[in-house]
């Protein structure tokens, strides 16, 4: 490997091995998976397996005994090899032998829950079957929903492919601020908010014959809402098919939850899969990540590699220090060619993904979560786990939310494990002790529901007309305190009345498609005449990926480039300069190339600000520009955001106003060095501490205007170490 960088790596016979497991285990999997189960009794059968199955450390390991059910469908190894059709590929999946059975099941039955392994062709199958039996014959669709944005339009451009229709014809998707869909769309991917959404305008789903809740193991927010949304429905739309679909081991609940709907098993088929373990904890995963990528490119055979990261900036970090070692490796070593997958990937991008590795070459994919069930690449032989994934945290105690990288749950991580095994034995590398997976990892993820924000979920709840959220049908309830907090947020943005009804302006807020506070800030543009800026604030805002640019080689120009944008007042006019700036520049691609900015980042703010410009005449709200009105600016913001406040407290270090949290300015930001006495921040992101990011200069008697029923003159006062009222203002609303 070079000599000057060998004492990075860690050898692979450093990594223990978990001894095998026995072949009964294997047996009884393959035994349980060949039968169909209709029914919740069979269900509870199928659990006492996975009980069995719960000493997960073997879980993996006990794959590795040959199987029955690998007679029964070909090899995919070796019928990859060649190349295959489409149709082909369609045959070889372990859902077709299945195909007449399953649409057999759905006409027979209302609602049924689908189970089966990653990968074995569920999402992108069972549309088309469906299709092809006739449930779009009378102009109806079906519908299939994703909680992942990539997967969503990713799975939607493979079935059109299948199909042979242009994707935004027959098959189609809609995500958020992106309607890829047209009179003739007959199959509709969509993520699960967007579907959340329709409801809005459709409240009985009448356009559909089928939906399918697609990835229910996942149990994000919007995914727990629409399970009691479908199921009300269903009720009232007898000719309605429900499906819902996971990948996970247990969906009893599910079954229960759908008044005991019968479970359909597709068989699993999996190879062995052999999992090491490190030996110590690693200070620092991604270049450990680094060095197994290397480790196993130059020791072990062909075959490609998954590597589980928590986001963005990591996968490109990791890119980086990949690229330039392999660089340093010349030609000692095969061809690795590097795919980062992430939420904001470009469609073209992502495309890449799936286009087969050339012979006597390596591909390495950088992916986040997205991997672990939403998106199956084929030809996985190796994985690296390094345990984390990034995760939104809210605390109802201090009303903070922040994102957070957390460790994964044992759930995941076999999940994880999995993908190495899904076309031949492979092998899996977990970045952490076997100590701390069997004493660490919790058995599965804590469902959104019951660790995040509520307030967007509860306005488009009353916007549905469901007043009374203590008793709505959850699969999995939210804290009561979440869920009071989120009440009291709204009723204190002026979205309820002290009725709990929605009001006037929450009724627009609920129309756009983000969350209650931007929408509040983009609705009070109107007062403050600066909507041509708030807009474009939302849009940058909304972008997600970054928005600069910062090649290690380059980090003096790029922070330079950078500085430039900066604004005195804050950040998020440092965004609308970024973004005035491009517009004045005709959006040349040239430009941001010199600035240092992204351009893909910007083409979508773009998108999105275009979206928006669209809602506000639906809303009724004027494009006004008030571009000198900095002030004006910045009240706005402050009515949307006026929870995000910290004053100044000592030592560079701020107090969040309401709950005395201590906070601190993000380097990148433009107030990182002036300290100003107030300020408003856009989010937290917690790392080695909780760091605001995207933070504009306020005054404190703007609080009083915009926010007079939260704050009090009293708690603004400027004695910093007064101790603050804990409960929220409640003075009467005006509407
Ligand atoms: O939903 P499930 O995990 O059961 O499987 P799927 O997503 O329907 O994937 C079935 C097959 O389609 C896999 O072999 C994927 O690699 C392939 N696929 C693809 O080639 N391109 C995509 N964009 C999505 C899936
Ligand atoms: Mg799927």
């Known amino acids: 490997l070079g000599k000057d960088s060998t004492a990075d790596y860690i050898e692979v ?18 035994m349980a998976s060949a039968v169909f189960k209709f029914g919740a009794k069979d269900v509870k059968k199928t659990d006492d397996y996975e009980l069995l199955l719960e000493d997960q450390i073997d879980f993996i390991q ?18 990859q090899k060649k190349k295959l059709t489409i149709e082909e590929t369609k045959k070889s999946l372990p859902i077709y032998p299945f195909k007449d059975d399953l649409i057999a099941a759905v006409k027979e039955y209302q609602v049924l829950i689908i189970k089966g392994e990653t990968g074995s062709g569920k999402t992108t199958q069972i549309p088309q079957y469906l299709h092809e039996a006739g449930f779009t014959a009378d102009g109806k669709k079906i519908g299939c929903t994703q909680p992942r944005r990539v997967a969503a339009m990713s799975v939607a451009a493979r079935v059109a492919q299948e199909m042979d229709v242009k994707l935004g014809n027959e098959v189609g998707y809609a995500i958020r601020f992106e309607d890829c869909t047209s009179e003739r769309t007959v199959i509709k991917y969509m993520t699960d908010g967007t579907l959340h959404r329709e409801f809005l305008s459709e409240p009985d789903l009448q356009s559909y014959s089928v939906m399918i809740i697609d990835e229910a193991h996942e149990r994000t927010l919007h995914t727990d809402i629409l399970f009691g949304l479908v199921k009300d429905i269903a009720r009232f739309r007898p000719d309605l098919k429900l499906l819902i679909s996971s990948a996970t081991l247990d969906v009893t609940k599910f079954s229960e939850f759908f ?11 999996r190879f062995p899969v052999d999992i090491y373990y490190t030996k110590a904890p690693e200070a620092d995963y991604v270049d450990a990540c680094v060095v197994s990528i290397l480790q196993i490119h130059v020791t072990q055979p062909l075959g490609d590699i998954l590597v589980f990261l928590t986001g963005q900036d990591e996968i490109e970090t990791c890119h980086e220090l990949l690229q330039d070692r392999v660089r340093r490796l010349g030609s000692k070593v095969k061809e690795l060619i590097i795919l980062p997958l992430y939420a904001n990937l470009p469609s073209d991008m992502q495309a890449k993904i799936f286009e087969p590795t050339p012979p006597g070459a390596r591909k390495v994919i950088l992916a986040t979560n997205i991997a672990e069930t939403s998106l199956t690449i084929d ?14 945290h809210f605390n109802s105690r201090t009303g903070m939310e922040s994102l957070m990288v957390v460790p994964i749950s044992k759930a995941s991580a076999n999940q994880r494990a999995g993908r190495a095994g899904r076309v031949a034995a492979g ?35 009353k916007a549905l007309g469901i007043n009374d959220l203590v008793h709505f049908d ?14 009291e947020q709204l009723y204190a943005l002026g979205a309820l009345n002290h009725h709990g009804e929605l009001t006037k302006l929450g009724r627009r807020m609920a129309e756009l498609p983000v969350d209650p506070m931007m929408a509040k800030m983009v609705l009070a543009s109107e007062k403050y005449k600066c909507s041509e800026e708030i807009v474009t604030i939302g849009a940058m805002l909304s972008v997600n990926g970054a928005i600069f640019y910062r090649p290690k080689d380059k980090i003096i120009h790029a922070d330079t480039a950078r500085k430039n944008f900066y604004h005195m007042a804050g950040d998020h006019l440092s965004l609308l300069n970024v973004y005035n700036q491009w517009r004045d520049s005709d959006y040349s691609l040239q430009w941001c190339y010199e600035n240092f900015i992204q351009h893909r980042s910007m083409k979508r703010a773009r998108d999105v600000r275009e979206q928006l410009v669209n809602l506000m005449q639906r809303v009724e709200i004027e494009m006004v520009s008030g571009i000198d009105e900095t002030d004006n600016i910045r009240k706005a913001i402050t009515s949307g955001y006026f929870y995000h406040i910290a004053r100044f407290s000592k030592g560079g270090s701020y107090k969040t106003v309401k709950h005395n949290q201590s906070v601190t300015i993000h380097p990148n930001s433009a107030l990182f060095e002036t300290l100003p006495r107030w300020v408003l921040y856009h989010e937290l992101v917690f790392t080695t501490k909780e760091f605001m990011r995207q933070v504009i200069e306020i005054e404190s008697k703007w609080l009083l205007e915009v926010a007079p029923h939260y704050y009090k003159a009293k708690e603004l006062e400027d004695s910093t170490n007064k101790k603050m009222p804990k409960t929220v203002g409640r003075s009467k609303m005006t509407d």
């Open 427 to 461: 092998k899996c590398f977990r970045l952490y002790t076997a100590w701390s997976y069997k004493h660490e990892l919790e058995e599965c993820t804590v469902p959104e529901i019951q660790r995040i924000n509520l307030g967007n979920a509860v306005l488009m709840l």
């Open 259 to 269: 008044d005991d709907a019968p479970v359909y098993q597709i068989p699993g088929r």
């Open 13 to 30: 016979d450093e990594l223990e091995k978990v001894p095998q497991s026995e072949q009964k285990k294997w047996e009884k999997d393959q």
């Open 379 to 392: 030809n996985i032989i190796y994985v690296i786990d390094p345990g984390f994934a990034k995760q939104n």
């Open 62 to 79: 006990a794959l590795q005994m040959p199987g029955s059910s690998e007679k029964k469908v070909p090899e995919i190894s070796d019928v």
């Open 474 to 487: 959850f699969l999995d309830p939210p804290p009561h305190e979440t869920l009071v907090l989120a009440l």
